[in-house]
């Protein structure tokens, strides 16, 4: 909070000479949130700021920026990794935000603001967005409290409430208890599936993707066949029941049913587990809109961002519940269509994918477009078949890359820190790479791909 505060009397100053600030942010739900609490923030104190979010930060990226001539850049949730290339850029006129690993070397530099350099695990106890929060608080304590609710957003679209209930700690949690103790969130413990209070019980389940349960999610019929074979009560009057809606016993039954689709897997256990835990609820959204729920919220901006619309999920995220919402949900069918195509090609064509140890490839760039690559592994990754590998997905980017997604499978026994593997393997092929310990990119040239897979298998059993 200290930094933060410094950080924040720099740019009042800055302000207060007629600076203009470009708050710079990545396409995630994480990005999306913390570059909107960062706008916002700085917004309420009439500063001269614009937000926007890219797909990635490279050099190039860096010269586009450059070129805009703003004094000032604030970068949430990108950056750590190209410190010397943004001081080169802007000198002085910048800083980073962020919860993503720092080069060795790198943790000290006077423009970083970075989850890991005070105690925090950035991988599971403080995201871009609780980040983004802390200095937005720095700005306005009081006046800012009401954006803890959107750090949850980014929290819980990282993927970072790990463990038995699937709870926030750290950093995050000083966000929950903020926006529990200003009466925006309330926390209960259920099903966690997409839909809860809005979808019938088995669209419900077909649309919950984390975990994803094989045979079930995607697939609306087979999910219907199933609960009806079963004898379950899917209407009441004439009405599809929702989840919301059943007695614990109706809810032990649901996952009896489900339980029989993962059992053959090896890791039923494990993905049941996932299926129960601490629920967020938005008391202040419509019970009628996904955004009820933190985590369908930040499903809701994960598919702006990979949709190429990251202007709807900014406007959602300062307040807009009129068009910019209509446009996204209507973005959102789009969106899993898309991924469950992704994923009965897999499915499909087994030549797709490459298994070398404890480390799975998706050679997705015939079929996988860029942008998806980050939710296609993330899903991979809470699959039955793939949750105890690594799982690196790539696709095309531009005319001569590749673009590299990677995360931990929920249930992968070792410890690896993808965040180190990813930026080691992409320098030495010439690339870009970065991230956390639990999910990471890179970006590398197409003619270097079998070294950059050589140096990543290389790296895994050194750990």
């Not at 937000?51 to 604030?74: G, T």
């Not at 980040?131 to 006046?143: C, P, Q, S």
Request: negative net charge; charged residues 25%.
């Amino acid at each position: 909070m200290a930094r933060a505060r410094r950080e924040a009397e720099h740019l009042v100053d800055l302000s207060n000479h007629g600076a203009r600030i470009l708050v710079v942010t990545h396409i995630d739900a994480d990005g999306l949130s913390s570059g909107s609490i960062a706008f916002s923030a700085l917004a309420r104190k009439n500063f001269a700021v614009s937000v926007r979010a890219i797909p990635d930060l490279d050099p190039r990226a860096i010269e586009r920026l450059k070129a805009d001539k703003f004094e000032f850049y604030l970068f949430t949730d990108l950056g750590s990794g190209l410190l010397g290339e943004l001081s080169r850029a802007f000198g002085e006129g910048f800083a980073v935000v962020d919860h993503h690993q720092v080069p060795e070397g790198d943790s000290s530099h006077p423009r970083l603001i970075n989850a890991w350099n005070y105690g925090y695990d950035g991988g599971e106890e403080a995201c871009s967005s609780t980040m983004a929060y802390a200095f937005a608080k720095a700005l306005d304590e009081r006046g800012n409290l009401d954006l803890s609710a959107l750090a949850l957003v980014g929290a819980l679209g990282d993927r970072q409430d790990k463990g038995e209930g699937r709870p926030l700690v750290g950093l995050n949690r000083v966000a929950l208890d903020d926006a529990v103790s200003k009466g925006l969130v309330g926390v209960s413990k259920d099903l966690l599936f997409y839909g809860r209070e809005t979808r019938p019980v088995h669209e419900a389940i077909a649309m919950s993707y984390s975990p994803f349960i094989a045979g079930l999610s995607g697939a609306k019929d087979a999910a219907l066949a199933a609960l009806s074979n079963s004898g379950f009560k899917l209407k009441e009057g004439g009405r599809w029941r929702t989840l919301g809606e059943l007695s614990n016993e109706e809810k032990q039954k649901v996952i009896e049913v489900i339980s029989g689709f993962i059992a053959s897997a090896g890791h039923g256990s494990d993905v049941l587990k996932d299926l129960v835990g601490a629920v967020y609820t938005f008391e202040y959204e419509d019970p009628l809109t996904p955004l009820r729920d933190a985590r369908e919220f930040a499903s809701v901006l994960n598919a702006c961002g990979r949709m190429d619309r990251t202007d709807l999920g900014v406007s959602i995220c300062l307040g807009d519940r009129e068009e910019a919402l209509r446009q996204a949900l209507s973005l959102m069918a789009e969106y899993r269509t898309k991924l469950n195509k992704a994923i009965q090609k897999l499915q499909l064509e087994t030549d797709k994918v490459s298994t070398s140890g404890d480390v799975m490839f998706v050679m997705g760039e015939e079929f996988i477009e860029e942008r998806m690559t980050g939710s296609i592994s993330s899903l991979l990754a809470s699959s039955d078949r793939f949750r105890d590998k690594l799982v690196l997905v790539r696709a095309k980017s531009g005319e001569s890359e590749l673009k590299y997604s990677s995360r931990i499978g929920d249930s992968y026994p070792g410890k690896v820190n993808l965040g180190e593997v990813m930026r080691a393997a992409a320098e030495g092929v010439g690339g870009v790479g970065g991230g956390h310990s639990m999910a990471a990119g890179a970006k590398i040239p197409f003619s270097r791909r079998d070294d950059f897979t050589r140096l990543v298998l290389e790296k895994v059993a050194a750990r």
